[in-house]
C-alpha cells in the first residue's frame, strides 16, 4: 500500500520504518525535503539528524508535504500539534481530496515548560479545526494517546493488552484504520468514540499522559478500558 506521512519527527521516522519493514510503500512530507536533510538535531537533542535515520530506512522517500500526500492512497498527520494545520495546508486539499487522513497530532504548549499545556481543549480539538479546514478529507482521530514506540508495537507493553480509541465523522474511514491498525501494528482492542467531536476527550488525555510520563520517567505505558 501507498502511504504517505506528513512530519519528519520521531513519530513519522517510527511510523516510516515500520511500514517500510512491513513492505509499504512509503514516503515521508516536509516542508522543505532538502533543509530537513542537511538540519542538524537539536542542541542537546539525543536522536540524529534525519539525514543519518534516512541512511538506515533508504525505502522511505522523503518529499514536500504536496508530493507527500499526492502520493499515498491514505496519509498520516504525524506533525506536532503546532505544526498539524501548516503541514496538511502544505498537503493541499486537491492533493488529499477524499483520502483518510489518520491525525495523530496533540494541541501541546510547551513555551511554559513541562508539563505542556493544550492550545485548544473543551470546546473544540485540533482534530476538528483540521476536519474544518478540509471538509472533503474522511479524518480518523487515533494513536495520539501513547508514545510512538507503542503505536507501532502495542505488544512491548502488557502483551498488547491495552486500548486504542478512533474518532471521526466517517463511519467507513473509522472501520478501515480500525482494520489498519490490526494489520499493520497489531493492535487488539480498539475503540470507536463516535464523530470527530470525540477528539476532544482524545486529546485531553494528553495532560494526564504527561504527568504519567513524569511520575514513572518512561513512556512506555497506555491505558486499558476494562469492561
Do not use: C
Not at 165 to 188: C, I
Amino acid at each position: 500500500m501507498k502511504i504517505g506521512i506528513l512530519g519528519t519527527g520521531i513519530v513519522g521516522q517510527t511510523l516510516a520504518g515500520a511500514l517500510a519493514a512491513k513492505g509499504h510503500d512509503v514516503m515521508i512530507g516536509t516542508r522543505d525535503p532538502q533543509a530537513t536533510m542537511q538540519r542538524e538535531s537539536a542542541s542537546g537533542a539525543s536522536r540524529a539528524p534525519f539525514r543519518d535515520w534516512h541512511k538506515n530506512n533508504p525505502a522511505v522517500k522523503l518529499r514536500t508535504f504536496a508530493e507527500t500526500a499526492r502520493f499515498g492512497e491514505a496519509v498520516i498527520n504525524a506533525t506536532s500539534g503546532s505544526g498539524a494545520h501548516g503541514a496538511v495546508e502544505g498537503a493541499g486539499a486537491e492533493a488529499l481530496g477524499h483520502k483518510i487522513l489518520l491525525d495523530l497530532s496533540n494541541p501541546l504548549d510547551f513555551s511554559k515548560g513541562f508539563p505542556p499545556t493544550l492550545t485548544v481543549s473543551n470546546t473544540d480539538s485540533l482534530a476538528e479545526q483540521l476536519q474544518r479546514a478540509f471538509p472533503r478529507v474522511r479524518l480518523v482521530k487515533t494513536l495520539n494517546t501513547t508514545t510512538a514506540a507503542l503505536m507501532v508495537n502495542p505488544a512491548a507493553v502488557g502483551d498488547g493488552d491495552h486500548t486504542m480509541f478512533v474518532a471521526g465523522n466517517d463511519a467507513e474511514a473509522k472501520a478501515q484504520v480500525k482494520g489498519w491498525l490490526g494489520e499493520w501494528f497489531g493492535w487488539r482492542d480498539v475503540i470507536d468514540l463516535g464523530d470527530v467531536t470525540n477528539a476532544r476527550g482524545m486529546e485531553m488525555l494528553l495532560p494526564i499522559w504527561t504527568r504519567l510520563y513524569g511520575a514513572l520517567g518512561s513512556p512506555m505505558f497506555n491505558f486499558k478500558i476494562v469492561r
